[in-house]
């Protein structure tokens, strides 16, 4: 068995495709996937699996969610070392710098996490991108969120193949797939 996380995209928010996190963990549990267990009202679901395929894994979740929820969007599935190497190549300011509004932008592919890069519109000298792995890390000063470009993004084309995560939850959905503390 497998630890991974499936991150869905745009549940829960702003009264559209809400899902209760204790419906949405049975609809996994019935579905053949162990260990389930939701963090926060976002679309988080750490679960296991014999299957380590994220693909496929994606492809069912997506079905079964459609089924049973009636909710059509797009799931990313990440497994436990995916996410620890996301966590791994973070900016390495990112550790020391609570000044920051951090975001990571985890990418269904197509497109690359590069060329994913390349559509997203920065306020020069107030965001900053990175490219990590399957991701882009994505951030502003908190004195210049007003002047960001990065809300812009939700115009984008590439929006819809993404989902975004701050930073405190990704380290956190990341630390809970190592076996961590319990959500």
């Not at 000063?141 to 470009?149: A, D, E, V």
């Amino acid at each position: 068995m497998s630890a991974f996380v499936a991150l869905l995209r745009g549940i829960n928010v702003g009264g559209k495709n809400i899902i209760k996190m204790a419906d949405l963990q049975a609809a996994f549990e019935k579905n053949g996937y162990t260990n389930v267990k939701t963090y926060i009202q976002s679309g988080n679901v750490i679960f296991t699996s014999t299957e380590k395929n994220t693909a496929k894994l994606e492809k069912d979740i997506e079905q079964f969610l459609s089924k049973t929820f009636n909710y059509q969007s797009t799931v990313l599935v990440r497994s436990a070392q995916q996410m620890k190497n996301l966590i791994a190549s973070a900016p390495t300011n990112w550790a020391r710098k609570n000044d920051l509004r951090k975001y990571v932008a985890f990418i269904k592919e197509p497109p690359s996490a590069g060329d994913a890069a390349k559509e997203i519109e920065l306020k020069e000298g107030v965001d900053s991108l990175a490219i990590g792995p399957g991701a882009l890390y994505l951030s502003t000063p908190l004195s210049g969120i007003m002047k960001s470009k990065i809300s812009k993004l939700i115009t984008k084309k590439i929006y819809q193949r993404m989902t975004l995560r701050n930073y405190n939850t990704t380290q956190k959905l990341a630390e809970l797939l190592q076996g961590g503390t319990q959500p």
